[in-house]
């Protein structure tokens, strides 16, 4: 979907602040609310805005972060991916080149026994486990540079 000047200032608008109504940001638009609401439900739809939340920061709660690196062979990258995505510790999951999985899971405490149910389904492929010491940046939005705010 190709993003117009439109597009990219509700994306902006709405990371800055998602629980603004769509009349309020038809207002800092100048543009009526059925508009956004039209504009809105198609960034929806086309997959761009996944879903609205409260964005959660794991480390300030106590809760320990985790990025797992796998080797893989990547003909069962993809297998193993949709695996690992089953666990409720497993927050992401990624596919990187030469057969790499990317894994990022919570745990309740430091250790890798918190991550068995995901270790066991990763099964004997080499793995590394990175526990988080400090969350130094924790950032859920696109920059505008990436967005391209100005047409």
Not at 2 to 10: A, C, H, I
């Amino acid at each position: 979907m190709k993003l117009d000047s439109l597009d990219r200032k509700l994306i902006r608008h709405l990371q800055e602040d998602g629980r603004l109504s769509l009349r309020e940001l038809g207002r800092l638009l100048k543009v009526p609310h059925t508009t956004v609401f039209t504009r809105v439900n198609k960034l929806v739809d086309n997959g761009i805005i996944n879903h609205f939340s409260a964005i959660l920061h794991p480390h300030e709660m106590g809760i320990k972060l985790n990025f797992i690196v796998v080797d893989v062979p990547e003909a069962e990258s993809k297998e193993l991916a949709l695996k690992v995505a089953e666990c409720q510790e497993v927050m992401k999951v990624f596919r990187a080149g030469g057969g790499k999985l990317i894994v990022k899971a919570i745990s309740t405490d430091h250790g890798p026994q918190c991550l068995s149910n995901v270790m066991s389904k990763i099964g004997d492929y080499s793995v590394n486990v990175y526990p988080v010491d400090e969350v130094v940046k924790y950032d859920h939005k696109i920059h505008d540079d990436f967005i391209n705010l100005e047409d």
